[in-house]
């Protein structure tokens, strides 16, 4: 069984940082798309950083030049390296991989970290 376990999330003002990491266990064969989405009160889901299986880095333009993604394949990990927050990244953040395991390829999702930002 493939899970997604998220850490880092907490309270944090405004302008501050924080750094979430996601890491992926179970038999895994290959990971195509890795990355973080969110979600606040309200509001459906959204894309906040990606790794896609062409090799690109897609960021949602709210958090261009503030946030940056990266992994590390051998650990099958995953972070999100986020700076000058703002109360509007409040949020649960949700890991997210396409993984192909023994039972297939599919979508895996983490149970989400919350991420609060006080003005």
């Known amino acids: 069984q493939v899970q997604l376990v998220e850490s880092g999330g907490g309270l944090v003002q405004a302008g501050g940082s924080l750094r979430l990491s996601c890491a992926a266990s179970?038999?895994?064969?290959?990971?195509?798309?890795m990355g973080w989405y969110r979600q606040a009160p309200g509001k459906e889901r959204e894309l906040v950083a990606i790794f896609t299986s062409g090799g690109t880095t897609n960021y949602a333009d709210s958090v261009k030049g503030r946030f940056t993604i990266s992994r590390d394949n051998a650990k099958k990990m995953v972070y999100l390296q986020m700076n000058s927050l703002k109360p509007e990244d409040t949020a649960v953040y949700y890991c997210y991989a396409y993984v192909l395991s023994t039972t297939g390829r599919r979508d895996y999702w983490g149970q989400g970290t919350q991420v609060t930002v006080s003005s």
């Open positions: 179970g038999i895994i064969f290959s990971i195509n798309d």
